[in-house]
Every structure is written in C-alpha cells, then in structure tokens.
C-alpha cells in the first residue's frame, strides 16, 4: 500500500503568516485529497483532486503537486485555520492517509 | 441532506466480535455510483480506510482486515454494517462510516459522527 507521510506533524503560525505543509507518497499518486480536522468533530473534505477547494473553503488555501509530493497552503493564517490536517489518496487501493499536520495558532 | 449515523456497543472484550451499524438518511444506499466505506481513527488520531460497500452490493475491503472484517448491508432499513472479529486492544478506535463523492473527484464527503469501540477487559 502506499505510505504518506506528513510533515511538520506540530507547527504553530501567527495570524497573517503563511503557512505550508507538505505530503510525501511512498509511489507516485495521480492526486491528491486533503480534510481538516477540529477536536470531537469528524474530518471534513477540505481540498480535493489536488488543487480544487471543498465548498465553503476559505481562498486562501490552496493546493498543489504532482507524482509523490503534495502540499497544502494558507496564504495569510487565521484563527480558524487551527486543526489537524489529512492528505489522502485514492490512486490505488487500499486508500492510505497521512499521520496528519496539527496546525496551532500563535 | 446525506446523514450517517453510527451506532455500536462502545465496549468490547478482547477477541470478541464487534458489530456497527451505519444508519443513512438523505439518499438510498442503493442509488449513485456511491462507495459506503467504514474508516477508523485510533488514539493519536492515524485514520484507516476499512472497506467500501458500493452501491451495487459490491464490496472491497483493506487487504490487512479482510480477514477478520466483514461489511453487509439492510437495503431495507437502508442501514449499512461492519462485523470485526478477534479484537484485540489495537483495535480500539472512533469508527466512522463516510460515504464519497463523485463531484468532488471520490473524496469522502459524508462522515458521521463516529462510535468509539474499546477493548478492554
């Protein structure tokens, strides 16, 4: 199966920062999904097929990649960011998660 | 608007069987071109998928449970489940089951809200 690997797996940003986490694929995948996690809440489909945003997702993340490196990018940090961070893949089976990016605000 | 809920006992003895049930609402699990999967998240939060019931009675699972996991279905009661037998302590996690989405390119874009299954003693 295909193994990502998520790194930093802490970081901390202050409002307006940006910020950029990345996902490592053990072989290469044709895209990839990202969620957002917040305590006692279920992941939520934030970033899909690379680059297109979940509806309801602020602008100021984006995401980007190709073959076996991905990453997620919030272009000015806010309050709301913090949570953990997934990637995903589907390319083949079983679909493999990430360990996940716990994203804390400053 | 899709729903899943998912209900089970919460504790389970080592080498017991634990049996969930997803409950959906909003759309027949039998319509689309939908994957109904079972997902996991143990504590420190590594999430694994666990197997899909396709819309059409088709299932797959995740080569390490397929030996000890089994996924069914009640189209009538539109309830989907997911047997797991020979707990262990490991395999104490929050269950989730989630369904995909086309529009989003397969990403899992229904979640309910999660059991938690212990194992323990």
């Known amino acids: 199966q295909i193994v990502l690997t998520q790194s930093p797996a802490l970081m901390s940003a202050s409002p307006g920062e940006k910020v950029t986490m990345t996902c490592s694929a053990s072989?290469?995948?044709?895209?990839m999904y990202w969620y957002q996690q917040k305590p006692r809440s279920s992941p939520k489909p934030w970033i899909y097929?690379?680059?297109n945003l979940a509806s309801g997702v602020p602008a100021r993340f984006s995401g980007s990649g190709s073959g076996t490196s991905y990453s997620l990018t919030i272009s000015s940090m806010e309050a709301e960011d913090a949570a953990t961070y997934y990637c995903?893949?589907?390319?083949?089976?079983?679909?493999?998660f990430g360990g996940g990016t716990k994203l804390e605000i400053k | 608007d899709v729903q899943l809920q998912e209900s089970g006992p919460g504790l389970v003895k080592p080498s017991q069987t634990v049996s969930l049930t997803c409950t959906v609402t909003?759309?027949?699990?039998?319509?689309?071109?939908?994957?109904w999967s079972w997902i996991r998240q143990f504590p420190g939060n590594k999430l694994e998928w666990i197997g899909y019931?396709?819309?059409?009675?088709?299932?797959t699972y995740n080569p390490s449970l397929t030996s000890r996991t089994t996924i069914t279905r009640d189209t009538s009661k539109n309830q989907f489940f997911l047997e797991m037998n020979s707990l262990t302590a490991e395999d104490t996690a929050t269950y989730y089951c989630?369904?995909?989405?086309?529009?989003?390119?397969?990403?899992?874009?229904?979640w309910g809200q999660g059991t938690l299954v212990t194992v323990s003693a």
């Open positions: 989630a369904r995909d989405e086309v529009r989003l390119g397969r990403a899992f874009a229904y």
């Open positions: 909003g759309i027949s699990i039998t319509t689309g071109n939908y994957r």
């Open positions: 019931i396709y819309y059409s009675g088709t299932i």
């Open positions: 072989s290469s995948v044709s895209y």
């Open positions: 097929l690379t680059s």
């Open positions: 995903q893949q589907w390319s083949s089976n079983p679909p493999t």
